[in-house]
C-alpha cells in the first residue's frame, strides 16, 4: 500500500518470462502476493486507466528491499536474464532507479 491506499498492480508478460529466464518464477508471490493480471503490452493501457504497473527491475527492487533476494542474487538474475537473450534496461541493481516504491 502507498499511502494508506490499496494500489492496483499489472503484470506485463515481459515480467513473467524474465522471471522464468532466471530461474525464479516461484517467488514472485513472494516479493508481491496480490499481483492481478498478465497484459502483452501494458504501458499505454495502464497510463490510460491511471493503473499502475510493475516492471521486471520494479519487482527485483521490491525484493531487494524486502529481503526476499540480495542485490547479490538480484545482480545474477539480470546477468542470467540477460544471458538468455532478454534486454534491461541496467546490469547491477544498484544502477537501478526506481520510478515507485511501494
Excluded: W
Excluded at 30 to 58: Q, R, W
Excluded at 78 to 86: H, L, P, W
Excluded at 88 to 95: D, F, H, I, S
Amino acid at each position: 500500500m502507498a499511502g494508506g491506499k490499496l494500489t492496483k498492480v499489472v503484470l506485463d508478460s515481459d515480467v513473467i518470462i524474465h522471471f522464468i529466464k532466471g530461474n525464479c518464477l516461484n517467488i514472485l508471490p513472494k516479493i508481491l502476493p496480490s499481483y492481478s493480471f498478465i497484459l502483452l503490452d501494458i504501458v499505454y493501457y495502464c497510463k490510460e486507466n491511471n493503473i499502475t504497473y510493475f516492471t521486471t527491475m520494479d519487482f527485483l527492487y521490491q525484493a531487494m528491499k524486502s529481503n526476499v533476494m540480495t542485490e547479490k542474487e538480484c545482480d545474477e538474475f539480470i546477468a542470467e536474464v540477460t544471458s538468455k537473450g532478454s534486454k534491461l534496461p541496467v546490469t547491477k541493481m544498484n544502477e537501478f532507479t526506481p520510478r515507485l516504491i511501494l
